[in-house]
Protein backbone atom coordinates (compact mmCIF):
# COMPACT_ATOMS: atom_id res chain seq x y z
CA UNK A 1 0.00 0.00 0.00
CA UNK A 2 1.50 3.11 -0.87
CA UNK A 3 -0.04 6.18 0.41
CA UNK A 4 1.69 10.03 -0.47
CA UNK A 5 4.76 8.14 -1.46
CA UNK A 6 4.78 6.64 2.00
CA UNK A 7 5.89 3.08 3.12
CA UNK A 8 4.92 2.93 6.29
CA UNK A 9 2.38 0.07 6.19
CA UNK A 10 -0.01 -0.29 9.15
CA UNK A 11 -3.37 -2.46 9.20
CA UNK A 12 -5.25 -3.65 11.80
CA UNK A 13 -8.74 -5.56 10.73
CA UNK A 14 -10.94 -6.06 13.68
CA UNK A 15 -13.47 -8.97 13.62
CA UNK A 16 -17.00 -7.97 12.74
CA UNK A 17 -20.03 -9.00 14.48
CA UNK A 18 -18.62 -10.26 17.89
CA UNK A 19 -15.78 -7.93 18.68
CA UNK A 20 -15.07 -5.13 20.82
CA UNK A 21 -12.45 -2.69 22.18
CA UNK A 22 -11.93 -2.59 25.77
CA UNK A 23 -9.98 -0.28 27.41
CA UNK A 24 -9.44 -2.14 30.65
CA UNK A 25 -7.66 -4.71 28.78
CA UNK A 26 -5.55 -2.12 26.88
CA UNK A 27 -4.62 -0.67 29.66
CA UNK A 28 -3.87 -3.59 31.86
CA UNK A 29 -1.40 -4.02 29.38
CA UNK A 30 0.30 -0.84 28.77
CA UNK A 31 0.94 -0.44 32.61
CA UNK A 32 2.62 -3.43 32.85
CA UNK A 33 5.15 -2.89 29.59
CA UNK A 34 5.59 0.33 31.22
CA UNK A 35 6.26 -1.20 34.97
CA UNK A 36 9.43 -2.63 33.83
CA UNK A 37 12.95 -1.02 33.13
CA UNK A 38 15.23 -0.28 29.98
CA UNK A 39 18.06 -2.23 29.85
CA UNK A 40 19.86 -0.39 26.85
CA UNK A 41 22.53 2.30 27.19
CA UNK A 42 22.15 5.68 28.17
CA UNK A 43 18.23 4.87 28.97
CA UNK A 44 19.35 1.79 31.84
CA UNK A 45 17.01 1.97 34.66
CA UNK A 46 14.92 4.46 33.35
CA UNK A 47 10.99 3.33 33.10
CA UNK A 48 9.95 1.20 29.73
CA UNK A 49 7.65 4.34 28.57
CA UNK A 50 6.17 3.07 24.84
CA UNK A 51 7.01 4.90 21.81
CA UNK A 52 3.47 6.14 20.41
CA UNK A 53 3.73 3.09 17.97
CA UNK A 54 4.76 0.71 20.54
CA UNK A 55 1.85 1.80 22.51
CA UNK A 56 -0.59 1.23 19.36
CA UNK A 57 0.34 -2.23 19.09
CA UNK A 58 -0.15 -3.10 22.99
CA UNK A 59 -3.23 -1.26 22.52
CA UNK A 60 -4.88 -2.23 19.58
CA UNK A 61 -3.66 -6.17 20.35
CA UNK A 62 -4.46 -6.31 24.34
CA UNK A 63 -7.71 -4.49 24.01
CA UNK A 64 -9.62 -6.47 21.29
CA UNK A 65 -11.46 -8.95 22.50
CA UNK A 66 -14.56 -10.92 21.98
CA UNK A 67 -18.15 -10.84 24.05
CA UNK A 68 -16.18 -13.19 26.85
CA UNK A 69 -13.15 -10.83 26.92
CA UNK A 70 -10.83 -13.11 25.65
CA UNK A 71 -8.06 -11.90 22.93
CA UNK A 72 -8.80 -12.25 19.63
CA UNK A 73 -5.18 -11.47 18.10
CA UNK A 74 -3.35 -14.25 18.25
CA UNK A 75 -0.54 -13.42 15.77
CA UNK A 76 1.35 -10.14 15.96
CA UNK A 77 3.64 -9.69 12.96
CA UNK A 78 5.96 -6.45 13.45
CA UNK A 79 8.88 -6.02 10.35
CA UNK A 80 10.89 -3.18 11.42
CA UNK A 81 14.76 -2.02 10.81
CA UNK A 82 17.64 -2.89 13.50
CA UNK A 83 17.86 -0.61 16.37
CA UNK A 84 14.47 0.52 16.60
CA UNK A 85 14.23 -1.42 20.06
CA UNK A 86 12.55 -4.61 18.90
CA UNK A 87 14.25 -6.97 21.79
CA UNK A 88 13.40 -4.90 24.52
CA UNK A 89 9.42 -4.94 23.83
CA UNK A 90 9.39 -9.06 22.60
CA UNK A 91 11.19 -9.11 26.25
CA UNK A 92 8.35 -6.80 27.61
CA UNK A 93 6.52 -9.36 25.79
CA UNK A 94 7.73 -12.94 27.05
CA UNK A 95 7.12 -10.91 30.28
CA UNK A 96 3.95 -10.05 30.41
CA UNK A 97 2.67 -13.83 28.73
CA UNK A 98 5.09 -15.17 31.92
CA UNK A 99 3.64 -13.01 34.89
CA UNK A 100 0.70 -11.54 33.77
CA UNK A 101 -1.23 -12.89 31.33
CA UNK A 102 -3.64 -15.11 34.12
CA UNK A 103 -1.92 -17.99 32.54
CA UNK A 104 -1.96 -21.08 35.25
CA UNK A 105 1.12 -23.51 34.18
CA UNK A 106 1.80 -21.78 30.85
CA UNK A 107 4.34 -22.26 28.46
CA UNK A 108 6.15 -19.01 26.75
CA UNK A 109 8.95 -20.09 24.26
CA UNK A 110 11.71 -17.21 22.43
CA UNK A 111 12.74 -18.80 19.45
CA UNK A 112 15.80 -18.12 16.90
CA UNK A 113 17.56 -19.18 14.03
CA UNK A 114 20.00 -20.21 17.32
CA UNK A 115 20.76 -20.53 20.98
CA UNK A 116 22.91 -17.21 20.69
CA UNK A 117 19.92 -15.10 18.84
CA UNK A 118 17.15 -16.58 21.18
CA UNK A 119 19.19 -15.53 24.18
CA UNK A 120 19.32 -12.00 23.34
CA UNK A 121 15.56 -10.96 23.97
CA UNK A 122 15.96 -13.70 27.05
CA UNK A 123 18.78 -12.40 28.48
CA UNK A 124 17.07 -8.88 28.03
CA UNK A 125 13.77 -9.98 29.79
CA UNK A 126 16.34 -11.16 32.80
CA UNK A 127 17.73 -7.75 32.83
CA UNK A 128 14.14 -6.17 33.61
CA UNK A 129 13.13 -8.36 36.10
CA UNK A 130 16.09 -7.74 38.36
CA UNK A 131 15.35 -4.23 38.12
CA UNK A 132 11.69 -5.05 39.42
CA UNK A 133 11.81 -6.22 42.84
CA UNK A 134 8.10 -7.54 42.55
CA UNK A 135 9.15 -9.54 39.46
CA UNK A 136 12.20 -10.50 40.91
CA UNK A 137 10.58 -11.73 44.03
CA UNK A 138 8.34 -14.16 42.40
CA UNK A 139 10.86 -15.49 39.79
CA UNK A 140 13.05 -18.58 39.71
CA UNK A 141 15.88 -18.44 37.52
CA UNK A 142 17.70 -21.33 35.39
CA UNK A 143 20.00 -19.62 33.38
CA UNK A 144 22.03 -23.07 32.10
CA UNK A 145 18.80 -23.64 30.70
CA UNK A 146 17.89 -20.41 29.40
CA UNK A 147 14.68 -20.53 31.29
CA UNK A 148 12.88 -18.39 34.16
CA UNK A 149 9.83 -19.66 36.29
CA UNK A 150 6.84 -17.85 37.94
CA UNK A 151 6.29 -19.18 41.00
CA UNK A 152 3.16 -17.99 41.27
CA UNK A 153 1.55 -19.25 38.56
CA UNK A 154 3.95 -22.01 37.26
CA UNK A 155 4.58 -20.21 34.02
CA UNK A 156 7.83 -20.61 32.66
CA UNK A 157 9.17 -18.63 30.10
CA UNK A 158 12.10 -20.75 27.83
CA UNK A 159 14.30 -20.36 25.03
CA UNK A 160 14.13 -22.24 21.95
CA UNK A 161 16.11 -22.18 18.64
CA UNK A 162 16.35 -24.12 15.56
CA UNK A 163 19.36 -26.14 16.61
CA UNK A 164 17.19 -28.00 18.96
CA UNK A 165 15.12 -30.33 16.63
CA UNK A 166 13.00 -32.55 19.16
CA UNK A 167 9.77 -29.17 20.14
CA UNK A 168 6.82 -31.63 19.34
CA UNK A 169 4.39 -31.90 21.65
CA UNK A 170 4.06 -28.32 23.38
CA UNK A 171 1.51 -26.57 24.73
CA UNK A 172 2.21 -22.80 24.13
CA UNK A 173 0.46 -20.32 25.82
CA UNK A 174 3.17 -17.59 24.17
CA UNK A 175 5.53 -17.69 21.52
CA UNK A 176 8.01 -14.27 20.67
CA UNK A 177 9.37 -15.33 17.20
CA UNK A 178 12.39 -13.12 17.01
CA UNK A 179 14.69 -12.27 13.84
CA UNK A 180 11.82 -14.91 11.58
CA UNK A 181 14.24 -13.88 8.47
CA UNK A 182 16.90 -15.54 10.32
CA UNK A 183 15.73 -18.95 10.21
CA UNK A 184 17.53 -21.73 8.01
CA UNK A 185 14.25 -23.41 7.25
CA UNK A 186 10.62 -23.48 8.13
CA UNK A 187 10.92 -26.33 10.10
CA UNK A 188 10.79 -24.50 13.82
CA UNK A 189 7.81 -22.32 12.96
CA UNK A 190 5.74 -25.21 11.63
CA UNK A 191 6.10 -27.08 14.86
CA UNK A 192 5.93 -23.87 16.91
CA UNK A 193 2.69 -22.98 14.99
CA UNK A 194 0.80 -26.10 13.80
CA UNK A 195 -1.05 -27.00 16.85
CA UNK A 196 1.29 -26.15 19.34
CA UNK A 197 -1.17 -23.79 21.26
CA UNK A 198 -4.69 -25.62 20.57
CA UNK A 199 -4.98 -26.44 23.98
CA UNK A 200 -4.84 -22.59 25.09
CA UNK A 201 -7.83 -20.31 25.42
CA UNK A 202 -5.62 -17.21 24.00
CA UNK A 203 -2.62 -18.35 22.75
CA UNK A 204 -0.60 -15.54 21.08
CA UNK A 205 2.67 -15.20 18.53
CA UNK A 206 4.64 -12.60 18.75
CA UNK A 207 6.85 -12.17 15.46
CA UNK A 208 9.09 -9.04 15.37
CA UNK A 209 11.67 -9.16 12.67
CA UNK A 210 14.07 -7.46 10.21
CA UNK A 211 12.95 -7.77 6.30
CA UNK A 212 14.78 -11.12 5.03
CA UNK A 213 18.35 -11.28 2.76
CA UNK A 214 15.95 -13.36 0.30
CA UNK A 215 16.06 -12.65 -3.07
CA UNK A 216 14.72 -16.05 -4.15
CA UNK A 217 12.22 -15.29 -2.58
CA UNK A 218 11.58 -18.96 -0.42
CA UNK A 219 11.79 -18.05 3.18
CA UNK A 220 9.60 -18.89 6.11
CA UNK A 221 9.74 -15.06 6.78
CA UNK A 222 9.09 -14.11 2.80
CA UNK A 223 5.80 -16.61 3.20
CA UNK A 224 4.77 -14.48 6.42
CA UNK A 225 5.50 -10.74 5.02
CA UNK A 226 3.37 -11.65 1.64
CA UNK A 227 0.39 -13.07 4.29
CA UNK A 228 0.96 -9.69 6.21
CA UNK A 229 1.45 -7.38 3.48
CA UNK A 230 -1.79 -8.82 1.88
CA UNK A 231 -3.84 -8.54 5.29
CA UNK A 232 -2.64 -4.77 4.97
CA UNK A 233 -3.19 -4.22 1.76
CA UNK A 234 -7.00 -5.36 2.41
CA UNK A 235 -6.33 -8.61 -0.10
CA UNK A 236 -7.11 -11.26 3.33
CA UNK A 237 -9.64 -10.88 6.22
CA UNK A 238 -7.90 -12.58 8.67
CA UNK A 239 -9.02 -10.91 12.47
CA UNK A 240 -6.56 -13.10 14.23
CA UNK A 241 -3.30 -11.50 12.37
CA UNK A 242 -2.04 -7.98 13.49
CA UNK A 243 0.48 -7.18 10.69
CA UNK A 244 2.87 -3.66 10.91
CA UNK A 245 5.18 -3.02 8.34
CA UNK A 246 7.59 -0.16 8.67
CA UNK A 247 10.22 0.08 5.45
CA UNK A 248 11.23 2.73 2.26
CA UNK A 249 10.67 0.57 -0.35
CA UNK A 250 11.62 3.58 -3.41
CA UNK A 251 14.90 4.14 -4.46
CA UNK A 252 15.28 7.63 -2.98
CA UNK A 253 17.34 6.44 -0.48
CA UNK A 254 19.45 8.88 0.55
CA UNK A 255 16.18 11.30 1.42
CA UNK A 256 16.15 11.82 5.27
CA UNK A 257 12.54 12.03 5.76
CA UNK A 258 12.41 8.52 3.92
CA UNK A 259 15.04 7.24 7.06
CA UNK A 260 12.07 8.28 9.49
CA UNK A 261 8.98 6.38 7.66
CA UNK A 262 10.90 3.15 7.89
CA UNK A 263 12.22 3.73 11.42
CA UNK A 264 9.47 4.82 14.00
CA UNK A 265 12.24 5.25 17.26
CA UNK A 266 14.29 7.63 15.22
CA UNK A 267 16.07 10.02 17.74
CA UNK A 268 14.88 7.77 20.38
CA UNK A 269 16.72 4.51 20.94
CA UNK A 270 18.60 5.15 16.92
CA UNK A 271 20.47 8.98 16.08
CA UNK A 272 20.19 10.41 13.05
CA UNK A 273 23.53 10.56 12.94
CA UNK A 274 24.33 6.28 13.05
CA UNK A 275 21.97 6.85 9.53
CA UNK A 276 23.87 9.25 7.99
CA UNK A 277 27.28 7.24 8.72
CA UNK A 278 26.13 4.45 7.32
CA UNK A 279 24.25 6.52 4.28
CA UNK A 280 28.12 7.92 3.33
CA UNK A 281 29.26 3.88 3.04
CA UNK A 282 26.38 2.90 1.03
CA UNK A 283 26.75 5.39 -1.02
CA UNK A 284 30.75 4.45 -1.96
CA UNK A 285 30.06 0.66 -1.84
CA UNK A 286 27.73 -1.34 -3.47
CA UNK A 287 28.24 -4.09 -0.69
CA UNK A 288 26.96 -0.97 1.71
CA UNK A 289 23.81 0.22 -0.14
CA UNK A 290 22.58 -3.30 -0.45
CA UNK A 291 22.88 -3.52 3.31
CA UNK A 292 21.28 0.12 4.11
CA UNK A 293 18.24 -0.55 2.24
CA UNK A 294 18.09 -4.43 4.15
CA UNK A 295 18.98 -2.56 7.38
CA UNK A 296 18.23 0.59 7.57
CA UNK A 297 15.26 0.86 5.49
CA UNK A 298 13.70 -2.63 6.27
CA UNK A 299 13.93 -2.95 2.04
CA UNK A 300 13.79 -6.56 1.49
CA UNK A 301 16.87 -7.53 -1.60
CA UNK A 302 16.14 -8.13 -4.78
CA UNK A 303 19.41 -9.20 -5.84
CA UNK A 304 22.07 -11.30 -4.37
CA UNK A 305 25.34 -10.42 -4.74
CA UNK A 306 27.42 -6.71 -5.45
CA UNK A 307 30.76 -6.30 -6.87
CA UNK A 308 34.22 -6.12 -4.44
CA UNK A 309 36.66 -3.72 -5.40
CA UNK A 310 36.95 -1.72 -9.34
CA UNK A 311 39.46 -3.57 -11.30
CA UNK A 312 41.56 -0.02 -12.16
CA UNK A 313 42.86 -1.50 -8.48
CA UNK A 314 44.31 -4.24 -9.07
CA UNK A 315 45.83 -2.83 -12.74
CA UNK A 316 47.10 0.24 -10.36
CA UNK A 317 48.99 -2.05 -8.07
CA UNK A 318 51.17 -4.02 -10.85
CA UNK A 319 54.89 -4.67 -9.63
CA UNK A 320 57.98 -4.22 -11.94
CA UNK A 321 59.81 -7.06 -9.79
CA UNK A 322 61.10 -10.87 -10.55
CA UNK A 323 59.99 -13.38 -9.09
CA UNK A 324 63.99 -14.01 -7.99
CA UNK A 325 63.85 -11.01 -6.03
CA UNK A 326 62.29 -12.89 -3.55
CA UNK A 327 64.50 -16.30 -3.10
CA UNK A 328 64.65 -16.76 0.19
CA UNK A 329 62.10 -15.02 1.74
CA UNK A 330 59.64 -15.89 3.86
CA UNK A 331 56.00 -16.20 2.61
CA UNK A 332 52.26 -17.91 2.79
CA UNK A 333 50.72 -20.43 0.07
CA UNK A 334 47.50 -20.21 -0.51
CA UNK A 335 45.65 -23.35 -2.44
CA UNK A 336 42.35 -22.75 -4.50
CA UNK A 337 41.48 -26.35 -5.14
CA UNK A 338 38.92 -27.94 -7.93
CA UNK A 339 38.82 -31.25 -10.69
CA UNK A 340 36.70 -30.21 -13.72
CA UNK A 341 34.93 -26.88 -13.61
CA UNK A 342 36.80 -24.00 -12.09
CA UNK A 343 40.36 -23.62 -12.60
CA UNK A 344 42.46 -24.59 -9.99
CA UNK A 345 45.41 -21.68 -8.39
CA UNK A 346 47.76 -20.90 -6.10
CA UNK A 347 49.00 -18.30 -4.31
CA UNK A 348 52.36 -16.90 -2.64
CA UNK A 349 52.10 -14.13 -0.68
CA UNK A 350 55.17 -12.46 0.64
CA UNK A 351 54.81 -10.34 3.88
CA UNK A 352 57.02 -7.41 4.24
CA UNK A 353 59.96 -8.65 5.76
CA UNK A 354 64.54 -7.46 5.70
CA UNK A 355 65.00 -6.71 2.12
CA UNK A 356 60.76 -6.49 1.16
CA UNK A 357 59.49 -3.19 2.15
CA UNK A 358 55.90 -4.19 0.73
CA UNK A 359 53.60 -6.59 0.21
CA UNK A 360 53.86 -8.99 -3.07
CA UNK A 361 51.54 -11.72 -4.61
CA UNK A 362 52.08 -14.07 -7.14
CA UNK A 363 50.35 -17.09 -9.00
CA UNK A 364 50.21 -20.02 -10.31
CA UNK A 365 46.99 -21.83 -12.57
CA UNK A 366 46.16 -25.01 -14.02
CA UNK A 367 43.53 -26.23 -16.19
CA UNK A 368 42.88 -29.74 -17.88
CA UNK A 369 43.79 -29.58 -21.00
CA UNK A 370 40.68 -31.93 -22.78
CA UNK A 371 37.85 -29.53 -21.63
CA UNK A 372 39.76 -26.15 -22.74
CA UNK A 373 38.93 -25.53 -25.94
CA UNK A 374 35.25 -26.36 -24.96
CA UNK A 375 35.74 -23.65 -21.74
CA UNK A 376 37.13 -20.97 -24.49
CA UNK A 377 34.29 -20.88 -26.00
CA UNK A 378 32.03 -21.13 -23.28
CA UNK A 379 33.70 -18.93 -20.52
CA UNK A 380 34.60 -16.15 -23.25
CA UNK A 381 38.67 -15.94 -22.47
CA UNK A 382 41.81 -16.93 -23.80
CA UNK A 383 43.05 -20.44 -21.91
CA UNK A 384 44.88 -21.25 -24.70
CA UNK A 385 46.94 -17.64 -25.00
CA UNK A 386 47.51 -17.78 -21.53
CA UNK A 387 49.04 -20.79 -21.73
CA UNK A 388 51.06 -20.04 -24.36
CA UNK A 389 52.08 -17.14 -21.85
CA UNK A 390 53.00 -19.19 -19.04
CA UNK A 391 50.23 -17.47 -16.51
CA UNK A 392 48.26 -21.06 -16.82
CA UNK A 393 48.81 -24.72 -17.00
CA UNK A 394 46.75 -27.39 -18.97
CA UNK A 395 47.40 -30.51 -17.49
CA UNK A 396 46.19 -33.80 -19.13
CA UNK A 397 42.75 -35.10 -19.05
CA UNK A 398 39.56 -33.99 -18.40
CA UNK A 399 40.43 -33.05 -14.25
CA UNK A 400 43.05 -31.38 -12.77
CA UNK A 401 46.29 -33.37 -11.86
CA UNK A 402 47.20 -33.21 -8.83
CA UNK A 403 50.58 -34.35 -9.13
CA UNK A 404 51.46 -31.45 -11.13
CA UNK A 405 50.44 -29.08 -8.36
CA UNK A 406 52.29 -31.01 -5.94
CA UNK A 407 55.55 -30.82 -7.71
CA UNK A 408 54.78 -27.04 -8.41
CA UNK A 409 54.67 -26.83 -4.61
CA UNK A 410 57.55 -28.28 -4.02
CA UNK A 411 59.48 -26.61 -6.70
CA UNK A 412 58.68 -23.64 -4.82
CA UNK A 413 59.60 -25.15 -1.36
CA UNK A 414 63.30 -25.20 -2.83
CA UNK A 415 63.11 -21.46 -3.88
CA UNK A 416 60.87 -19.80 -0.87
CA UNK A 417 60.78 -19.90 2.97
CA UNK A 418 57.07 -21.59 2.89
CA UNK A 419 55.54 -20.83 6.30
CA UNK A 420 52.29 -22.58 5.87
CA UNK A 421 50.28 -24.01 3.27
CA UNK A 422 46.37 -22.56 3.69
CA UNK A 423 43.43 -24.21 1.74
CA UNK A 424 40.27 -25.01 2.10
CA UNK A 425 39.95 -28.41 4.12
CA UNK A 426 37.10 -29.80 2.18
CA UNK A 427 38.95 -30.72 -1.06
CA UNK A 428 41.91 -32.64 -1.79
CA UNK A 429 42.47 -33.96 1.37
CA UNK A 430 45.36 -36.65 -0.15
CA UNK A 431 47.42 -33.87 -2.00
CA UNK A 432 47.43 -31.63 1.20
CA UNK A 433 48.44 -34.75 3.83
CA UNK A 434 51.36 -35.26 1.00
CA UNK A 435 52.56 -31.71 1.69
CA UNK A 436 52.41 -32.44 5.23
CA UNK A 437 54.72 -35.68 4.49
CA UNK A 438 56.99 -33.66 2.45
CA UNK A 439 57.16 -31.10 5.63
CA UNK A 440 55.41 -28.39 5.11
CA UNK A 441 52.70 -26.81 7.60
CA UNK A 442 49.43 -27.04 6.04
CA UNK A 443 46.35 -24.94 7.67
CA UNK A 444 42.98 -25.37 6.99
CA UNK A 445 40.75 -22.03 6.06
CA UNK A 446 37.20 -22.88 5.72
CA UNK A 447 35.11 -20.73 3.66
CA UNK A 448 32.70 -18.78 6.09
CA UNK A 449 32.23 -15.30 7.05
CA UNK A 450 34.11 -15.08 10.03
CA UNK A 451 37.20 -16.63 8.35
CA UNK A 452 37.13 -14.82 5.11
CA UNK A 453 35.98 -10.74 5.75
CA UNK A 454 39.41 -9.63 7.68
CA UNK A 455 41.90 -11.08 4.71
CA UNK A 456 39.68 -9.20 2.46
CA UNK A 457 39.65 -6.09 4.14
CA UNK A 458 42.86 -6.26 4.62
CA UNK A 459 43.86 -6.62 0.78
CA UNK A 460 41.31 -3.49 0.15
CA UNK A 461 43.44 -1.64 2.02
CA UNK A 462 46.86 -2.31 0.98
CA UNK A 463 45.14 -1.86 -2.59
CA UNK A 464 43.67 1.14 -2.07
CA UNK A 465 47.18 2.00 0.40
CA UNK A 466 49.73 1.28 -2.58
CA UNK A 467 51.19 -0.81 0.19
CA UNK A 468 51.02 -4.17 -1.78
CA UNK A 469 51.91 -5.52 -5.34
CA UNK A 470 51.59 -8.81 -7.74
CA UNK A 471 52.41 -9.82 -11.20
CA UNK A 472 50.80 -8.53 -13.51
CA UNK A 473 48.87 -11.59 -14.65
CA UNK A 474 45.84 -11.17 -16.73
CA UNK A 475 44.13 -14.50 -15.21
CA UNK A 476 44.09 -13.12 -11.73
CA UNK A 477 43.10 -9.63 -13.15
CA UNK A 478 40.46 -11.37 -14.71
CA UNK A 479 39.42 -13.17 -11.23
CA UNK A 480 39.69 -9.97 -9.34
CA UNK A 481 36.94 -8.29 -11.76
CA UNK A 482 34.92 -11.11 -11.72
CA UNK A 483 34.66 -10.92 -7.81
CA UNK A 484 31.68 -10.07 -5.73
CA UNK A 485 30.87 -10.24 -2.37
CA UNK A 486 27.64 -11.17 -0.46
CA UNK A 487 27.37 -9.81 2.87
CA UNK A 488 25.40 -10.63 6.43
CA UNK A 489 23.37 -9.13 8.79
CA UNK A 490 26.84 -8.50 10.59
CA UNK A 491 28.66 -6.37 8.04
CA UNK A 492 30.41 -9.85 7.54
CA UNK A 493 32.11 -10.49 3.66
CA UNK A 494 32.98 -13.64 1.56
CA UNK A 495 33.73 -13.93 -2.30
CA UNK A 496 31.33 -15.37 -4.23
CA UNK A 497 31.65 -15.15 -8.39
CA UNK A 498 29.91 -12.63 -10.25
CA UNK A 499 26.35 -12.01 -10.04
CA UNK A 500 23.97 -12.23 -13.06
CA UNK A 501 20.99 -10.94 -12.44
CA UNK A 502 19.60 -13.37 -9.15
CA UNK A 503 21.82 -15.85 -9.94
CA UNK A 504 26.15 -16.62 -10.38
CA UNK A 505 27.29 -16.47 -13.44
CA UNK A 506 29.25 -19.89 -13.83
CA UNK A 507 31.08 -18.95 -16.45
CA UNK A 508 32.94 -16.78 -13.98
CA UNK A 509 35.99 -17.82 -12.30
CA UNK A 510 37.87 -16.32 -9.21
CA UNK A 511 39.97 -19.11 -8.58
CA UNK A 512 43.39 -16.67 -8.49
CA UNK A 513 41.55 -14.11 -5.80
CA UNK A 514 40.51 -17.19 -3.83
CA UNK A 515 43.70 -18.23 -3.09
CA UNK A 516 44.78 -14.82 -2.30
CA UNK A 517 42.62 -14.12 0.30
CA UNK A 518 43.02 -17.84 1.36
CA UNK A 519 46.99 -17.20 2.23
CA UNK A 520 45.83 -13.62 3.66
CA UNK A 521 43.80 -15.09 6.24
CA UNK A 522 47.07 -16.58 7.73
CA UNK A 523 49.89 -14.53 5.90
CA UNK A 524 48.21 -11.13 7.81
CA UNK A 525 49.53 -12.56 11.38
CA UNK A 526 53.15 -12.78 9.99
CA UNK A 527 55.58 -11.56 12.37
CA UNK A 528 58.94 -11.50 11.75
CA UNK A 529 61.82 -11.29 14.78
CA UNK A 530 63.35 -8.20 13.08
CA UNK A 531 60.62 -6.53 11.83
CA UNK A 532 57.86 -7.62 14.82
CA UNK A 533 57.21 -3.65 16.23
CA UNK A 534 57.15 -2.85 12.85
CA UNK A 535 55.15 -4.77 10.99
CA UNK A 536 52.23 -3.86 13.49
CA UNK A 537 52.49 -0.31 12.42
CA UNK A 538 48.99 1.13 10.71
CA UNK A 539 51.51 2.41 8.45
CA UNK A 540 52.55 -1.08 7.24
CA UNK A 541 49.39 -1.86 6.40
CA UNK A 542 48.93 -4.09 9.11
Given at each position: MKRFGLFILFFLFLLGGGSMFSEAHAQRAITFFESLKHTKGRFYGQPFKLLDWEKQIVRDVYGTVDERGKRIIKYVYIE???????????????????????????????????????????????????????????????????RLIDKVTGTFYQVLSAEAYTKHGLNLSACIFDELHAQPNRDLWDVMTFGAGDAREQPIWWIITTAGDDPDRVSICWEQHEYARRIIAGEIVDPTWYAVIYSYDGDDIYNEENWKKANPSLGVTIQIDTIREAAM?????????????????????????????????????????????????????????????????????????????????????????????????????????WAAQGWITPTPGNVVDYTRIRDKILEFKALYNIKEVDADPAFATMLLQELQQEGLTVVGIPQTFVQLTDPMNQIEVLLKEKKISHEPNPVAAWCFGNTSIAKNGSGLIKYVKENKGKSLDRTKRIDYVAAWVIAMARARYYQNEDLSAKILDPEWGM
Open positions: IPKKNGKSELAAAAGLYHTFADREINGEVYGCAADRSQASIVFDVAVDMIDQVPALKKRTKLQLSKKKAKERPADERLFRWLRLNQWPTYKLTSWLPLELFHSTNGSWGRAEMIGMDCYMGLDLSSTTDLTALALVFPPQPGLSEWRVIWEGWIPEENMQDRIRRDKVPYDQ
